[in-house]
């Protein structure tokens, strides 16, 4: 391996790797915006409203309505958009 193949090794190497990167980047940006838009979605669906646990004039601790249905929803979202 001459001198000059050697100089080109570095620069092509680097070019591959920077062009990797930016591939993952791409594709992580993609997926993080995807799962936001799908919690999104989910808390339009299933709000939170806070409903009181008794009834009647007794108040106590709060309990928040679709909790499950939320945790569900939440949990079939992903990162990958197929």
Do not use: I
């Amino acid at each position: 391996m001459g001198p000059r193949r050697a100089q080109l090794l570095g620069p092509v190497n680097l070019a591959v790797l920077a062009a990797l990167v930016a591939a993952f980047s791409l594709l992580w940006s993609a997926g993080e915006a995807h799962y936001r838009g799908c919690v999104a979605k989910v808390e339009a669906r299933f709000p939170a409203l806070a409903v009181s646990a008794f009834t009647g004039k007794a108040t106590g601790p709060l309990k928040v309505a679709y909790n499950k249905e939320r945790a569900v929803a939440v949990g079939d979202c992903n990162r990958l958009p197929f």
